[in-house]
T-cell receptor, first 113, second 116 residues
């Protein structure tokens, strides 16, 4: 069975600093995708970044980048130059050919001025 | 444009009421999803429609009845709900509904449901 684990229930960071959110996953599939979603207090689930498992190059999206370690089944999210608007719950998720998106339990990130 | 819309934003209903949640996307996506999210928890998958046919039902109680009238529209009909069904209901869509190069799920803003 697929599992996604986020071991940090809460994190905090000062504005303009860098923070890394951890995620590990377990799957027996060879073809899968990994995602980070952000859910601010407004509750809209927003896609932050996506990584295809067959790509060795780490995905980046402006201030957001991932460190994808396939052998270790690790998929961490780095947020650079943190902004107040980054305050949200962050969910790591994996998707295989079952068409089911498996979420981790989430990390609540607070950005302080 | 990656917009998924949901109506209403908030819904309060009694246990004997019948109500419906609506989800709409105009991205040409062929897969649509219903999720239930309790406070401080990740979303839980309820139903998946692929090409307007129900492909996954995660053993959801029959008091929740999904409907996909066309490829752009997804409804969730509610009847005889229980207070524990109070949650945020999220709709999502994806291009194909299977692992492909563009299978990312895009979410709507959700409907906050309260059952009294």
């Amino acid at each position: 069975a697929q599992t996604v684990t986020q071991s940090q229930p809460e994190m905090s960071v000062q504005e303009a600093e860098t923070v890394t959110l951890s995620c590990t996953y377990d799957t027996s599939e060879s073809n899968y995708y990994l995602f980070w979603y952000k859910q601010p207090p407004s509750r809209q689930m927003i896609l932050v970044i996506r990584q295809e498992a067959y790509k060795q190059q780490n995905a980046t999206e402006n201030r957001f980048s991932v460190n994808f370690q396939k052998a270790a089944k690790s998929f961490s999210l780095k947020i650079s130059d943190s902004q107040l608007g980054d305050t949200a719950m962050y969910f790591c998720a994996s998707l295989t050919n079952t068409d089911k998106l498996i979420f981790g339990t989430g990390t609540r990130l607070q950005v302080f001025p | 444009d990656t917009e998924v819309t949901q109506t209403p934003k908030h819904l309060v209903m009694g246990m004997t009421n019948k109500k419906s949640l609506k989800c709409e996307q105009h991205m040409g996506h062929r897969a649509m999803y219903w999720y239930k999210q309790k406070a401080k928890k990740p979303p839980e998958l309820m139903f998946v429609y692929s090409y307007e046919k129900l492909s996954i039902n995660e053993s959801v109680p029959s008091r929740f009845s999904p409907e996909c009238p066309n490829s752009s529209l997804l409804n969730l009909h509610l009847h005889a709900l229980q207070p524990e069904d109070s949650a945020l209901y999220l709709c999502a869509s994806s291009e194909e509904g299977a692992v492909s190069s563009t299978d990312t799920q895009y979410f709507g803003p959700g409907t906050r449901l309260t059952v009294l």
